[in-house]
């Protein structure tokens, strides 16, 4: 009621209050409840800023430990679950097969269906946090044909996730610390952008008192589109383009400012962030550290620096203040871990879920929620009357 006002793509209109996550766009600063970008990523691990998302502070050591624990207990999918993985064909994109396996996880945990049940929703968090990484392995696994690798818990989180990826039955299999701390650094990047479509999304789905799986499983489906978390996956295909087209970064970069439909420079720009993105100023040290250690010499670094050093020195990009973001140096790393391009983005799903976890808990929590509803200025005929099919 009242006055309503037009705001497409919410650019200025706040939702609701958050404690979770701190955005300084002009300054380029971002916080986790608090605590530098920075400091997280050199200091802390996956689970452990996955612990202060959700909960708000930095667990204890017991507090810790029982955390990791009780993910660890929850890796296992339901037999029946793997079945699904099955009926999909085989060069399914990943991530509807990732959103459909957690819409499914509702039908397997239908105590899951209360959102105001805290018992539940805790299960709920624990299992989800465990069993996503076995659903992206296994929708890895399906699309190159090798079969599954149960979970194995002696194994920490992205440990278990690598091996029962790129690991097989038959061969012990040799998780490299370095790449282990990469993904885990990438992780913790990504776990939480406060109000972006994915987190909106879930939040949107659970202000209807929809439980957390299909909340999650709609949010995987926001991050999939090519403006959001597809980017990386986009990134990657734009650098392969120019390289096969010779290298020519300038006639690439002229195209983007000529606006040719369908021609952007993917992984640069940003909602928020009119500054560089401090995660990738962090992604880039990464990537340089990781395509040296694994010994990737690929070309298409080179491709990506030079684009970046061109756009940042261009007037289009100047004005508009167009920096990197989180995806545009992620899909090289992913790359030389052995990622195929279309799975960047589960990488991206498996990084966000604790920040989705923690916002829809958020939202629940909050007494001043309400269902997310919003309103429209109606632009279509005005009243007319109904004329049958003969007389049109
Ligand atoms: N390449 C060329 N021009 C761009 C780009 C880009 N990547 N991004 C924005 N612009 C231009 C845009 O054309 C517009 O120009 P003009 O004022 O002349 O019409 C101006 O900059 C403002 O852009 P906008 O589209 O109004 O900005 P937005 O806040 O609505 O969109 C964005 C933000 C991220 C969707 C957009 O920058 C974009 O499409 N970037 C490429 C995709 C990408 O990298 N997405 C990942 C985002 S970060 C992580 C995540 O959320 O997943």
Known sequence: TGLVTLDPGFVNTAACKSDITYIDGDAGILRYRGYPIEELAAKSNFIEVSYLLIYGELPTQA??????????RHTLLHEDLKQFFDGFPRDAHPMPVL?????ALSTFYQDSLDPFDQNQVELSTVRLLAKLPT??????????????????????????????????????????????????????????????????????VGS?????????????????GPLH???????LEMLEG??????????????????????????????????????????????????????????????ALKLEEKALADDYFVERKLYPNVDFYTGLIYKAMGFPTKYFTVLFAL??????????????????????????????????????????
Not at 63 to 72: L, M, W
Not at 147 to 176: H, K
Not at 371 to 390: D, K, L, M, N
């Open 63 to 72: 507090q810790y430990d029982d955390f990791a624990d009780r993910i660890q």
């Open 99 to 103: 959103s459909s396996a957690v819409s």
């Open 135 to 204: 659903i992206a392995a296994y929708a890895y696994k399906k699309s190159v044909g090798q079969p599954f690798l149960y979970p194995d818990n002696s194994l920490g989180l992205v440990e278990n996730f690598l091996r029962m990826t790129f690991g097989f039955p038959a061969e012990p299999y040799e998780v490299d610390p370095a790449l282990t701390r990469a993904l885990d650094l990438l992780f913790i990047l990504h776990a939480d952008h406060e109000q972006n479509c994915s987190t909106s999304t879930v939040r949107m």
């Open 208 to 224: 209807s008192e929809a439980n957390l799986f299909a909340s999650i499983s709609a949010g995987i489906n926001a991050l999939f």
């Open 229 to 235: 978390g597809g980017a990386n996956s986009a990134v």
């Open 242 to 303: 120019i390289h096969a087209n010779g290298g020519d970064v300038d006639s690439f970069v002229e195209r983007v400012k000529n606006k040719e439909p369908g021609v952007k420079l993917m992984g640069f720009g940003h909602r928020v962030y009119k500054n560089y993105d401090p995660r990738a100023a962090i992604i880039k040290k990464t990537a340089d550290e990781v395509l040296g250690k694994l010994g990737a010499n690929d070309p298409l670094l080179e491709i």
């Open 351 to 392: 990084g966000r879920l604790p920040g989705w976890i923690a916002h829809w808990r958020e939202m629940l929590e909050d007494p001043a929620r309400k269902i997310s509803r919003p309103r429209q200025v109606y632009t279509g005929a005005a009243e007319r009357s109904y004329r049958s099919i003969g007389e049109r």
